[in-house]
């Protein structure tokens, strides 16, 4: 095991899922709950499917689902609850931006997501080294977060409307905060569906599945959760706002276009995961927890890379971007405290 690759890997899968807001900036005279309804079939169905369909044994695969009923469940109860997570996640960067959206979203993520589960399992984190560092890395994440959402403030106030426009068309900062702190919360129980069909990961690698990528059997339970909730709310907003038309209205060049970058978004969403699951493998078993809290953090970070080659943060002041930078380096510096034992 090797603490360096796992977070290389992590590292590797969040520059991906961090990227994936950007190709809807490719999409073509569609709304955005029309594209967020396709990209769902990809992200949340069509890609996990497979990813989990190709490491499992074959002719093991129904034997693998079908293990605990009750662990199923609970992974796909998790996984709808963590669709409304996803769903105002989206909201949170069309008033926020990528990088501020994604900062706020995924810190709050990171937070409830690394410590709720070891606490409704019943474990006192200040029992081991291990758990203390945990709490402790949760801490500087959080205190990263606190910085960004500070810059963000600050940003609000030195930039014009027009450049705020700008940057994000529409930007509101206190609805974007709102809307991003509830995405965190909500999207934290993705990890909490991980860890409920955590057994369904233990029987597929009995049944002869990699431990490598055993998870990929669990992300998919989680996601076809969520796709329950992001596709469903998706076509209710296409019937309430008549855009369902949007579906066959376009040109064939377009409709190609469209369903490629949906695609590349789903793709690219779904390696955040993927990696996450490798990368935690590499990790001492006492630190495997805080793997959730490192992904995020690095979703943080790359996500605000983003917010700087798409100029969110012009003209935001010297200031603004000091602040900023002190941020990015307590997350990268929790990802560090946070794997120590």
């Known amino acids: 095991m090797s603490i360096i690759s796992g977070i290389a890997l992590m590292a590797l899968g969040s520059a991906g899922a961090s990227s994936f807001y950007v190709p809807q900036k490719k999409i073509k005279n569609w709304s955005w709950e029309s594209f967020w309804a396709v990209q769902s079939i990809f992200a949340y169905l069509l890609i996990p499917f497979v990813g989990a369909w190709l ?15 009750t662990a199923l469940l609970k992974a796909m109860g998790y996984g709808m609850l963590w669709g409304v997570g996803g769903l105002t996640f989206g909201l949170s960067m069309r008033y926020l931006g990528v ?27 200040f029992a081991t080294s ?34 705020k426009r ?32 955590d ?9 002869g599945t990699p431990e490598l990528f055993a998870k ?25 706002n008549k855009t369902g038309r949007e579906y066959f209205s376009l040109s064939s060049s377009e409709l190609v276009n469209n369903f490629l970058f949906s695609a590349l978004a789903g793709l690219l969403w779904y390696c955040q995961f993927l990696f996450m699951g490798m990368g935690e493998v590499q990790l001492d078993p006492g630190t495997r927890a805080f793997a959730w809290s490192i992904l995020m953090a690095f979703n943080v970070l790359f996500s605000n890379v983003w917010g700087i080659v798409l100029n969110e943060w012009k003209n935001s ?25």
């Not at 560092?133 to 930039?159: R, T």
């Not at 940057?167 to 900062?173: H, I, M, R, S, T």
């Not at 057994?199 to 049944?207: E, H, K, P, S, T």
């Not at 990929?216 to 019937?239: H, K, P, S």
């Open 55 to 69: 490491i499992v044994p074959s002719g093991a695969f129904g034997q693998v689902m079908g293990y605990d009923t």
């Open 99 to 125: 990088a501020l959206g994604q900062s706020i979203a995924l810190g709050t993520c990171a937070a409830f997501g690394t410590i709720i589960p070891p606490l409704l399992a019943g474990q006192d984190l």
């Open 130 to 163: 291990a758990g203390i560092f945990m709490v402790a890395g949760v801490s500087v994440c959080i205190a990263g977060i606190a910085m960004i959402g500070y810059a963000g403030s600050l940003k609000s106030k030195n930039m014009s409307e027009e450049d």
């Open 166 to 197: 700008a940057a994000v068309k529409e930007f509101a900062l206190k609805k974007g905060i709102l809307v991003a702190l509830l995405a965190g919360v909500m999207s934290a129980c993705f990890n909490l569906g991980l860890n409920a069909g």
């Open 199 to 207: 057994g369904i990961r233990v029987n597929a690698i009995a049944l």
């Open 216 to 240: 990929n059997v669990v992300i998919l339970l989680v996601t076809l959760g969520g796709f329950v909730t992001n596709f469903g709310y998706c076509i209710f907003l296409n019937i309430k």
């Open 317 to 341: 002041g010297k200031q603004t971007m000091v602040v900023l930078v002190i941020g990015l380096l307590l997350l990268v510096a929790s990802t560090i405290v946070g794997s120590m034992k």
